[in-house]
């Protein structure tokens, strides 16, 4: 068993050299013998997928590894027990996408698909157009209406929940946000939020997938600003309806937002420095949250009423932006309600 361990050490640095500027000395003979570390390892999943005792500790192992490598080198990208099924798959796809591979295999390994008897490379195939099929959905998700119910939206986000199922099974936490950082990273914006976004919404809230989609969205500050610059403001107000931590964090958002903005004597108005985050659209953003269910009102109401109270509880317009919006989307609520009596 120890030998199998140490064959497993041997074989992940081989992956992770494969995606590194060191494949630029490999040859021919490199290339072969680490399909034949492939070969063996995936013989090896086949045999102890369902042998507990041997299997957790190859997953032991490999959790070890991933730790090692993500500290020595830059990318990394963790090798979980699944990913020795299909291990040549991975290997093909690295060495393919790395610019630093000698053009002479890269010509060998692209004549490797025209060879349609080989069963490693009719999986390549079925990968590659899988993969293309899929940025093409994901073109036409941009264009889309943003809209909960797009039918297409629906199926792509059931298809990511299920995808990241597959990636995260049996890894720990830390590997488990690392590795839908990876898949995530590969979709291109504002796309990935459209996605992320109807999971969110339709998946129950406590399912492991919605709490790393969770924390992959709040961890990143820069990132979670550009996901609520890229949504309509009622489906924002949607997602912090059924999650607390992401209440917190767009509310934080839109602090930070009113707190940047500064107030033209001139015209009489508050302004920023981009249209993006002009004065109406963080007005349309508080409505949105005024007219959610009574514990986001009332979250949202004691955040203004906080914010006002640090600026001194003035009720003179242009001191604080947060009595000026305050009035202003409760006069709005008041004709809306009016309007609809």
């Known amino acids: 068993m120890e030998a199998i361990l140490e064959n497993l050490e041997r074989f992940v640095e081989v992956l992770a050299v494969s995606q590194s500027d060191s494949v630029k000395d490999w040859d021919h003979l490199t290339v072969q013998r680490a399909f034949q570390w492939c070969s063996y390892f995936q013989h090896i999943h086949q045999r102890f997928q369902t042998h507990g005792l041997i299997r957790t500790a190859l997953e032991d192992r490999l959790c070890v590894i991933n730790k090692e490598l993500k500290t020595s080198m830059e990318n990394y990208r963790f ?90 099974k049996h890894l720990s936490q830390e590997e488990q946000l690392d590795r839908v950082n990876e898949v995530l990273s590969r979709i291109p914006r504002p796309c990935v939020f459209q996605l992320v976004s109807t999971v969110l919404a339709i998946d129950d809230i406590d ?79 508080f409505s949105w949250l005024l007219k959610g269910p009574q514990t986001l009102r009332e979250a949202t109401q004691s955040t203004l009423k906080n914010l006002i109270a640090q600026d001194g509880n003035f009720n003179v317009c242009g001191i604080s932006i947060w009595t000026d919006l305050l009035l202003v989307i409760k006069g709005s609520l008041s004709g809306d309600g009016a309007d609809s009596g």
């Not at 299909?86 to 002479?104: D, G, M, R, S, T």
């Not at 698909?113 to 195939?125: E, F, H, R, T, Y």
């Not at 943003?146 to 929940?161: C, G, K, R, V, Y």
């Not at 949504?231 to 912090?240: D, G, N, T």
């Open 207 to 285: 399912t492991n997938i919605s709490k790393l989609l969770e924390q992959w969205l709040v961890e990143d500050v820069v990132l979670f600003e550009s996901f609520c610059s890229s949504l309509h403001c009622e489906l924002l107000a949607k997602l912090a309806a059924r999650n607390s931590k992401l209440e917190a964090a767009y509310l934080s958002f839109l602090t930070k937002w009113g707190q940047s903005m500064e107030y033209d004597t001139v015209n009489g108005c508050w302004r920023s420095n981009t249209f993006e985050r002009a004065w109406e659209k963080l007005q349309d953003h």
């Open 79 to 168: 090798v979980s027990f699944e990913d020795l099924g299909f291990c040549e798959e991975i290997l093909y796809a690295f060495l393919l996408q790395n610019p630093a591979l000698p053009k002479v295999l890269y010509e060998f390994l692209l004549s490797e698909l025209k060879d349609g008897s080989k069963p490693m490379v009719n999986c390549i195939s079925r990968i590659i157009r899988l993969k293309a099929a899929s940025q093409v959905l994901l073109s036409i998700t941009s264009i889309l209406p943003n809209s909960l119910f797009e039918p297409l939206l629906l199926t792509q986000a059931h298809s990511l929940i299920k995808y990241l199922e597959s990636r995260t």
